[in-house]
């Protein structure tokens, strides 16, 4: 696959992930536990939204979600010119994978809940981090499938 393709991809799938966010952030200020995203006591992003863990002093995750989803697909779509922006790609997914592990520890062993939303956001950046090595791992040149 080309670097032009892994691109794409990039910023198809961060657009995607900017989407989830915003409804996560929808979740957090307007939810209500009938939304099609909760689906039982296990499964249920109401619960996870009005946790105490869905903000930082006050600043919804949902919203550092969207920037930094945000930051990705930039970053993939001013890749031209010479401009290189893919560099900044794998310390962004990196740091967004590593609180991937966190809501995954919080999800499983605290709040005891799990939101169908942020699932969709994970899988996301697990598969961001991954075109991002391979994008690191090629450079400039071609990315083998």
Known sequence: MSKEKVLKLIKILSFIGIIVASY???EYYFGAPSDFCNINEAFNCYQVA????SDILGVPIA?????????IFTCAAWN???KNMHKFLLPLTLL??????YFIYLSAFVIHVWCPACIVSWI???T???LSVLLGKRGNTTVNS
Request: net charge positive.
């Open 63 to 71: 919203l550092f979600g969207m920037i930094g989803f945000g930051l």
């Open 128 to 130: 961001l981090f991954i």
């Open 124 to 126: 996301i950046i697990v």
């Open 24 to 26: 996560s952030l929808y």
């Open 50 to 53: 009005k946790s105490g863990y």
């Open 80 to 82: 031209r010119e010479g």
């Open 96 to 101: 967004s994978l590593l609180s991937v592990f």
